[in-house]
């Protein structure tokens, strides 16, 4: 039987940022039409948008939602989906080679992600477009009034302004498949120019340079190098976007790879300190990691792509991917990792919220579900916050074949000062064997009641459905002992915990 070793010590290394869980929304297959919104469903509310929906969004915890793409974002004309619905133009949609039909625009989403307790972030399109419609598009958000932009924001029915915080400057970039794809030494410049102007506006907004699409691209570092050495005085973040999925089986492989996350935000980081010393800047970069998950992307390239010059359908089923057991450890292993680099990892957006590749899915005139990746978000949104405790891990090792011997267990320790707990997220990736942990506490004094969940199956594969949406769900774990300030969790085999201490 594995076993491994946590000593937990009473030192801060970060604090959580509740940004690190966003989310994402994008008008990319049923996200929004037939997802969020759905005028004919018997759960609607007075501007369409689905109740049911909006309840699991909640209990989900997410923090933020970045919108409106995504790919999406850089053919999108931001004025199509403002004013009389009646009015607004319909679009094809070249990234997901949909129709768009602008029904679901700025202000309406707004309202909702305010119903929602979502912080709005936005993405402007610089695929297509460039800096003045950047600067239209804050002064129409965040002028309060006075100005023709936000005058029709007001006439629109939106006397407030949204007052957007962070702004993401495009949308990969880097990638060959975006629209108005370029190089780093274009995209860094006009990056550049786009930031300059946009705080002449609005000095108080919080910008996001595009980082590469994966680590795999074959620009990744010198992408970051050549676009910071432009931005750096004029933007907040960096952007990381990483995708995973199980590769020929290889379910060891599979459940290590936080292991590869750790390694991307390091890298970047790496980068991006090089530049601060190469260049002499005193601030150090931080990181928005604003897309992850897990998705096959080649299955949609191989299966849901469509490029027939007549076929452009609203709202198709793209990207519906049914997450397994497997999937939503994986999730929770993503999340340790960034928690574990919460002090250089300041936001982070689950890609993305709803139907497409997403913790919750729906049914047309029907109901909404959580699939086994909502239950690890939910847990950690929940109880991961106030600071990242220093740790020390001692564990047994397995062997994988993409990321050789890692640790058997990952593990992340939080205090929550305010709430009045700590919280320890472990994921067992030993696959045929219960793997025993034992947590030293003595450092945190005395440790009250010990609360812990588990998610786990026998099955691997087994996930939640239309016709059985709660086969898997967080149980209570039972091997819990404690002596003194020593915590003693038999974890099952694949499993992934949350341990609450009060």
Same mark, same amino acid.
Not at 13 to 27: I, K, T
Not at 435 to 454: Q, Y
């Given at each position: 039987?594995p076993?491994?070793?946590?000593?937990?010590?009473?030192?801060p290394?970060?604090?959580?940022?509740?940004?690190?869980?966003?989310?994402?929304?994008?008008?990319l297959?049923?996200?929004?039409?037939?997802?969020?919104?759905?005028?004919?469903?018997?759960?609607?509310?007075?501007?369409?948008?689905?109740?049911?929906?909006?309840?699991?969004?909640?209990?989900?915890?997410?923090?933020?939602?970045?919108?409106?793409?995504?790919?999406?974002?850089?053919?999108?004309r931001?004025?199509?989906g403002?004013?009389?619905?009646?009015?607004?133009?319909?679009?094809?949609?070249? +990234?997901?080679?949909?129709?768009?039909?602008?029904?679901?625009?700025?202000?309406?989403?707004?309202?909702?992600?305010?119903?929602?307790?979502?912080?709005?972030?936005?993405?402007?399109?610089?695929?297509?477009?460039?800096?003045q419609?950047?600067?239209?598009?804050?002064?129409?958000?965040?002028?309060p009034?006075?100005?023709?932009?936000?005058?029709?924001?007001?006439?629109?029915?939106?006397?407030?302004?949204?007052?957007?915080?962070?702004?993401?400057?495009?949308?990969?970039?880097?990638?060959?498949?975006?629209?108005?794809?370029?190089?780093?030494?274009e995209?860094?410049?006009?990056?550049?120019?786009?930031?300059?102007?946009?705080?002449?506006?609005?000095?108080?907004?919080?910008?996001?340079?595009?980082?590469?699409?994966?680590?795999?691209?074959?620009?990744?570092?010198?992408w970051?190098?050549? *676009?910071?050495?432009?931005?750096?005085? *004029?933007?907040?973040?960096?952007?990381?976007? +990483?995708?995973?999925? &199980?590769?020929d089986?290889?379910?060891?492989?599979f459940?290590?790879?936080?292991?590869?996350?750790d390694?991307?935000?390091?890298?970047?980081?790496?980068?991006?300190?090089?530049?601060?010393?190469?260049?002499?800047?005193?601030?150090?970069?931080?990181?928005?990691?604003?897309?992850?998950?897990?998705?096959?992307?080649?299955?949609?390239?191989?299966?849901?792509?469509?490029?027939?010059?007549?076929?452009?359908?609203?709202?198709?089923?793209?990207?519906?991917?049914?997450?397994?057991?497997?999937?939503?450890?994986? *999730?929770?292993?993503?999340?340790?990792?960034? &928690?574990?680099?919460a002090?250089?990892?300041?936001?982070?957006?689950?890609?993305?919220?709803v139907?497409?590749?997403?913790?919750?899915?729906?049914?047309?005139?029907?109901?909404?579900?959580?699939?086994?990746?909502?239950?690890?978000?939910?847990?950690?949104?929940?109880?991961?916050?106030g600071?990242?405790?220093?740790?020390?891990?001692?564990?047994?090792?397995?062997?994988?074949?993409?990321?050789?011997?890692?640790?058997?267990?990952?593990?992340?320790?939080?205090?929550?000062? +305010?709430?009045?707990?700590?919280?320890?997220?472990?994921?067992?990736?030993?696959?045929d064997?219960?793997?025993?942990?034992?947590?030293?506490?003595?450092?945190?004094?005395?440790?009250?009641?010990?609360?812990?969940?588990?998610?786990t199956?026998?099955?691997?594969?087994?996930?939640?459905?239309?016709?059985?949406?709660?086969?898997?769900?967080?149980?209570?774990?039972?091997e819990?002992?404690?002596?003194?300030?020593?915590?003693?969790?038999?974890?099952?085999?694949?499993?992934?915990?949350?341990?609450?201490?009060?």
């Open positions: 039987m076993r491994a070793h946590l000593t937990v010590a009473a030192e290394v970060a604090d959580v940022d509740p940004r690190l869980f966003g989310s994402f929304v994008e008008h297959g049923r996200a929004v039409y037939d997802g969020l919104y759905e005028p004919g469903h018997p759960a609607a509310d007075e501007d369409g948008f689905r109740t049911d929906v909006l309840a699991l969004v909640r209990e989900l915890g997410a923090t933020t939602v970045r919108y409106p793409g995504g790919n999406f974002v850089s053919g999108y931001w004025e199509d403002v004013g009389p619905r009646e009015q607004r133009p319909r679009r094809l949609d070249l +990234a997901w080679h949909s129709l768009e039909t602008n029904e679901v625009g700025l202000d309406e989403f707004a309202r909702w992600a305010r119903r929602a307790g979502l912080e709005l972030v936005l993405a402007v399109n610089l695929g297509t477009r460039g800096v419609e950047a600067l239209d598009l804050l002064e129409y958000c965040n002028v009034s006075g100005t023709t932009l936000s005058d029709a924001r007001v006439a629109a029915g939106t006397p407030d302004p949204h007052a957007v915080r962070m702004w993401c400057l495009g949308n990969e970039m880097d990638g060959p498949w975006q629209l108005g794809h370029s190089t780093a030494e995209y860094g410049q006009l990056a550049a120019r786009t930031a300059r102007a946009m705080r002449q506006l609005d000095p108080s907004v919080e910008l996001v340079v595009c980082g590469s699409s994966s680590a795999q691209m074959p620009t990744f570092g010198t970051e190098r050549t *676009v910071l050495e432009h931005t750096y005085d *004029v933007v907040d973040h960096i952007s990381c976007h +990483a995708y995973y999925k &199980l590769t089986g290889d379910v060891a492989s459940l290590a790879s936080g292991v590869d996350m390694r991307f935000i390091e890298s970047v980081a790496a980068t991006a300190d090089d530049v601060k010393a190469a260049t002499g800047h005193d601030r150090t970069m931080t990181i928005a990691f604003d897309e992850w998950n897990v998705w096959d992307a080649e299955h949609y390239e191989a299966q849901e792509k469509r490029t027939a010059v007549d076929d452009w359908p609203v709202a198709p089923r793209l990207l519906e991917h049914s997450y397994t057991v497997a999937d939503a450890l994986v *999730v929770g292993g993503l999340l340790i990792s960034l &928690l574990r680099h002090g250089r990892v300041r936001s982070a957006n689950l890609a993305q919220l139907n497409v590749i997403a913790p919750i899915m729906t049914e047309p005139g029907g109901p909404a579900w959580r699939q086994t990746i909502f239950h690890p978000f939910a847990a950690a949104s929940r109880l991961a916050r600071e990242v405790l220093r740790t020390s891990l001692r564990a047994d090792r397995l062997t994988t074949a993409r990321y050789g011997e890692v640790d058997v267990l990952d593990a992340v320790v939080t205090r929550d000062e +305010a709430a009045g707990h700590t919280t320890v997220l472990v994921l067992n990736r030993a696959t064997a219960p793997t025993v942990l034992t947590v030293d506490l003595a450092a945190l004094g005395t440790v009250g009641t010990v609360e812990a969940t588990t998610l199956d026998a099955d691997l594969t087994a996930r939640n459905t239309l016709t059985e949406p709660d086969r898997v769900v967080p149980v209570p774990l039972r819990v002992r404690r002596e003194g300030a020593t915590l003693t969790l038999e974890l099952p085999p694949a499993s992934w915990t949350a341990v609450t201490l009060r």
